[in-house]
Structure formats: C-alpha cells, structure tokens
T-cell receptor
Framework: DTGVSQNPRHKITKRGQNVTFRCDPI?????LYWYRQTLGQGPEFLTY????????KSRLLSDRFSAERPKGSFSTLEIQRTEQGDSAMYLCASSLDDARALNYGYTFGSGTRLTVV | AQTVTQSQPEMSVQEAETVTLSCTYDTSESDYYLFWYKQPPSRQMILVIR??????QNATENRFSVNFQKAAKSFSLKISDSQLGDAAMYFC?????????FGAGTRLTVKP
C-alpha cells in the first residue's frame, strides 16, 4: 500500500469550468475526509465518508461542491462553476475508525492544488 | 463547536536548541484526542504526536513531547535538539469522533 494518493497534483482552470479531483485512500481505511487549505492557514473540514456513506458536510461545502465515494473505496470531489475563491489546496485523508483506532489520526495525501484564473 | 487556537504564527529556534509551540482548544467534552501534525513546504502532512484526553501522562515521541493541561485546555509541543529538518508548519488538531479540527498553524524556522 502506497498511502493516500491524490490526482491530479495540480490543476489550473478557467473561472466557470468544472473540475474533479480523485482520492485513493489506504485500502483498509473505512473513513475518508476532504479538507481545503488556503495559503498560511490550517486545513478546513469539507466532508467525510464512512465507507460509501457521506456522514457530514461542512457549511463551507456550497451547492457547487459535491463528493462521492461510490463503492467505499476511492472518492471524487467535484467543483462546478469554479470561482477564484475556490483556489486552494484540496487535501484528502483516510483513517481506520473503530473503537480501538480513533486515536490513530489521519493519513493525508499530498493534495491537489487548484488555481482558478 | 470545537475551536483550536495557535497563537504563534511564526517561531524560530537555533539548531540543537529547544522550542515550544502553543495550542489551546475549546470543548465541552471530556473524552477526545489531540494531535500535532507537521507539514514541510510542498509536502504532505504527517503525524508527529498524539494524546488521549483520558490519559494524564504526557505523550513523548523521541525528540517530541507534549505538555497536556486538560483543565486549562492547553496542548503545547516541545521539540528538543531541533534539527534543520524540523522546519515546517506545525498544526495542532482536536478530534472527538468525526472530523478533525485544526488550528491555523505555526511556521517553525530552524537556524543553523
């Protein structure tokens, strides 16, 4: 297992276009998280999945954002009608969460840097 | 809502010296988990150290240790014998059950 993989690493798009990012978590991890990080700030929670179920969505996740994890494995994050304010690093993380593993923390991917021009 | 505050945007330490990064958090829960993550420039976040709130003993991982003060809701990170490779953004994080909440980070510079 090579850890959490995110693709693409970088994405430049024109304002108004749609973009989709992919995250492949560690295979045995049942939870998957999406965060957004702007320069000089900490990661902000967007949403998370337990297996294929999306359990929580942040108020930051506007109607233009949608995330899926169709088979409980990889996940996609789509942003429709991108705006310049969407420019950020989008981080994916995964964890194995049961009563014994809550304190293990997350394993993060390297992120996808989105630039909207 | 849980919030995590890191009051030091930047810190600097001389190589081989000791530095302490501060973190406070706000919660009404009694059982939770606290973490410090390191994010080197243009690299992924990695877990440095973790602490369970029900444990009174402070966690230690080699040169990294924490000072966990539950009543004060304080969770500071001490880095001993600082190395050039310790230079990074450091994020304090809180977790109860679901998602993890992060502070704004402290940028640590290590001077040779």
């Amino acid at each position: 297992d090579t850890g959490v993989s995110q693709n693409p690493r970088h994405k430049i798009t024109k304002r108004g276009q749609n973009v989709t990012f992919r995250c492949d978590p560690i295979s045995e991890h049942n939870r998957l998280y999406w965060y957004r990080q702007t320069l000089g700030q900490g990661p902000e929670f967007l949403t998370y999945f337990q297996n294929e179920a999306q359990l929580e969505k942040s108020r930051l996740l506007s109607d233009r954002f949608s995330a899926e994890r169709p088979k409980g494995s990889f996940s996609t994050l789509e942003i429709q009608r991108t705006e310049q304010g969407d420019s950020a690093m989008y981080l994916c993380a995964s964890s194995l969460d049961d009563a014994r593993a809550l304190n293990y923390g997350y394993t993060f991917g390297s992120g996808t840097r989105l630039t909207v021009v | 809502a849980q919030t995590v505050t890191q009051s030091q945007p930047e810190m600097s330490v001389q190589e081989a010296e000791t530095v302490t990064l501060s973190c406070t958090y706000d919660t009404s829960e009694s059982d939770y988990y606290l973490f410090w993550y390191k994010q080197p420039p243009s690299r992924q976040m990695i877990l440095v150290i973790r602490q369970e709130a029900y444990k009174q003993q402070n966690a230690t991982e080699n040169r990294f240790s924490v000072n966990f003060q539950k009543a004060a809701k304080s969770f500071s990170l001490k880095i001993s014998d600082s190395q050039l490779g310790d230079a990074a953004m450091y994020f304090c994080a809180y977790r109860r059950w679901g998602d993890m909440r992060f502070g704004a980070g402290t940028r640590l510079t290590v001077k040779p």
